[in-house]
């Protein structure tokens, strides 16, 4: 719950600008990290001789910390002072590089990732209620939309940049290129850096903090295991973490509907439109990292493209759903979400499917259109689904909506890219096992590309429950 502390601080003594200057770098580098090492991930397998449904977990593994941690972070919000969980979350990403730089393994590398999200998940909703708090109601869609833009960017950039790196200099120069960076933006922010906010420091609620860990973690985990491509959905090491996770998230929605200050408001579901955007939301998170995860995988095992290649092959679409985060704000305010989310869960729809029948012979230039059009589909979906289903809660439900929304896409990045891989997977494998030659570099590219359309499949099914869920979402009118 990010409520949005009151403060005396006097406006005219705080300095807004190199607040949110630092405040966006390391937002900006937490964000990059998500997708950083997608372009990696087969260097990475090679060089610690892993597969890909346990590389995945680098990318599932820091998705599912944020989703935990992003709901507690609204009590350290009131509980520690703005400056101090600024340097605390800084520190976690560079304690987090290093490590992740000198990783002799892909258990301590898995650690470092570890790290890394925990600083990206104090940070996040720290920069969003900084700037509601410094910034009057006249300049915040200006800098919102500004902070927008920075969210969509950096995870678009990094494969493109990473690749270079990869390229040029290892893997590990993911981790170090960003550390002096890191620093020096804990130094700039050690000095401008102000607290804005009053510390209330609420009670917190250790077990629905349990809870709400115990069953987002037990459901992403499950899911995480049938990665393995055995296709079984019955394997204990499957089944029985996502239904331990699902009686806890059972209990723990029960307790927050009973207690007076919940973690979570949950009694916002009672709002038809707001629900409706937080599936669509979920499902297009699922679309856009599942596709963040496989792309890459298709582009250098199927495509044998260096990283470099791969990363500028993905960078126009990345580039172009960064833009449209703007266009499709006041498209918004003129047309209403009808005519924004339908086509673009049409236009999701339509090219999803087209992936799910990509070869080792389809040209670089076709992938460039079909995801640069895939992104500018979510584009239509992501803001204006989120801004219509806030738009109908109450004002004092924002916090709780916002952190809802904040959670859930996190999960739904977690589970969409780890479903992928276990499509991915089983694909791969089905069609080694039906190879004459399973050890040939051409059929193994062959299997990695027949185990991509098996993923998009996925994606494609994901897709067209949005297209039906978007056929009844309606205009909601701000009253407040």
């Known amino acids: 719950m990010t409520n949005i502390p009151q403060t005396e601080v006097a406006q005219e003594k705080i300095r807004p600008v190199p607040i949110t200057i630092a405040l966006i770098i390391g937002a900006f580098i937490g964000l990059f990290s998500e997708t950083a090492l997608n372009m990696a991930l087969t260097n990475i397998m090679a060089e610690f001789q892993i597969l890909p449904h346990v590389a995945q977990w680098l ?42 730089g000198l990783a002799p393994s892909f258990e301590i590398l898995m650690i470092s990732r570890i790290v890394q999200a925990m600083g990206t998940a104090i940070l996040l909703p720290l920069m969003t209620n900084v700037i509601l708090l410094i910034f009057p109601p006249s300049k915040r869609g200006t800098v919102m939309g500004t902070m927008g833009l920075v969210i969509m960017v950096a995870p ?36 401008f850096i102000q607290n804005v906010s009053t510390i209330t420091k609420p009670k917190i609620d250790i077990l629905s903090i349990l809870l709400s860990s115990i069953g987002f973690g037990g459901v992403v985990y499950g899911f995480s295991s049938a990665g393995k491509g055995t296709g079984s959905w019955l394997d204990p090491i499957v089944f029985i973490p996502i239904l331990i996770g699902l009686i806890a998230l059972l209990i723990f929605s029960i307790r927050q ?6 973690m979570l408001d949950l009694k916002v579901f009672k709002f038809p439109m707001f629900s409706l955007g937080v599936i669509m939301v979920f499902l297009g998170m699922m679309i856009i990292l599942s596709s963040a995860i496989l792309l890459p995988l298709y582009l250098k095992g199927g495509l044998l493209l260096t990283a470099l290649a791969a990363g500028f092959v993905l960078l126009p679409g990345g580039i172009i759903n960064g833009l449209m985060s703007p266009i499709t704000g006041r498209l918004f305010d003129k047309f209403g979400p009808k005519f ?12 999803t499917f087209l992936f799910t029948n990509v070869t080792t012979e389809t040209s670089q230039i076709a992938i460039i259109i079909m995801h640069t059009i895939l992104f500018i589909g979510v584009a239509m979906v992501m803001m204006p ?52 030659n399973p050890n040939d570099p051409l059929v193994i590219a062959e299997a ?33």
């Open 59 to 100: 990318t599932t593994g820091y998705l599912l910390v944020l989703g935990i941690l992003v709901p507690v972070t609204g009590f350290l919000l009131q509980w520690f002072t703005t400056r101090q969980l600024f340097i605390a979350s800084l520190c976690f990403s560079i304690i987090g590089a290093i490590i992740g």
């Open 156 to 191: 678009a950039v990094g494969p493109t940049l990473s690749g270079l790196l990869v390229d040029s200099w290892g893997w590990q120069s993911i981790f170090w290129i960003f550390t002096p960076v890191l620093i020096l933006s804990l130094i700039f922010g050690m000095i």
């Open 257 to 262: 509907l009973k207690l007076d200050q919940p």
């Open 340 to 351: 924004l989310i339908i086509p673009g869960f049409a236009l999701t729809t339509t090219f």
């Open 385 to 436: 689904s989120q801004t219509n289903g806030l738009n109908q809660l109450p004002k004092s439900n924002y916090p709780d909506g916002s952190a809802i929304m904040n959670t859930l896409s996190q999960i739904a990045g977690a589970i969409g890219t780890a479903i992928a891989i276990g499509f991915l997977s089983a694909g791969q494998a089905s069609y080694l096992d039906a190879a004459t």
């Open 448 to 480: 990695l590309t027949a185990g991509t359309q098996n993923a998009f499949f996925f994606a494609f099914i994901a897709s067209i429950i949005g297209l039906i869920v978007s056929l009844f979402v309606k205009r909601v009118k701000v009253s407040h």
